[in-house]
């Protein structure tokens, strides 16, 4: 089974930006659709952004406009850009496929606070 290992989280100001990576392994993620989602304390997990085999993203819309999903087949790897960060959107975040088909890794935390 594929294994996905989640990078690039931090504390960081409102405003601010992170990038963060998923290094996907036992598995080509360029031909299926693979998505972000985060999980803050006491809330179930949702749904960030995905991308598809065909390069088309789509976003939860109070991240549109801030965040952009992309992958680099090359080196099995999805990204998560995200600008102007807001406090809420502090949470852990997780890659995995769109079906959710691959067990979870750890995530990685973001936290955004002044």
């Known amino acids: 089974q594929g294994q996905l290992v989640e990078s690039g989280g931090g504390l960081v100001q409102p405003g601010g930006s992170l990038r963060l990576s998923c290094a996907a392994s036992?598995?080509?993620?360029?031909?299926?659709?693979m998505a972000w989602y985060r999980q803050a304390p006491g809330k179930q997990r949702e749904l960030v952004a995905s991308i598809n085999s065909g390069s088309i993203t789509d976003y939860l819309w109070s991240v549109k406009g801030r965040f952009a999903i992309s992958r680099d087949n090359a080196v099995n790897t999805l990204y998560l850009q995200m600008y102007n960060l807001k406090p809420e959107d502090t949470a852990v975040y997780f890659c995995?496929?769109?079906?959710?088909?691959?067990?979870w890794g750890q995530g990685t935390q973001v936290t955004v606070s002044s």
């Open positions: 036992g598995m080509f993620i360029g031909i299926i659709t």
């Open positions: 995995n496929t769109a079906r959710e088909s691959l067990p």
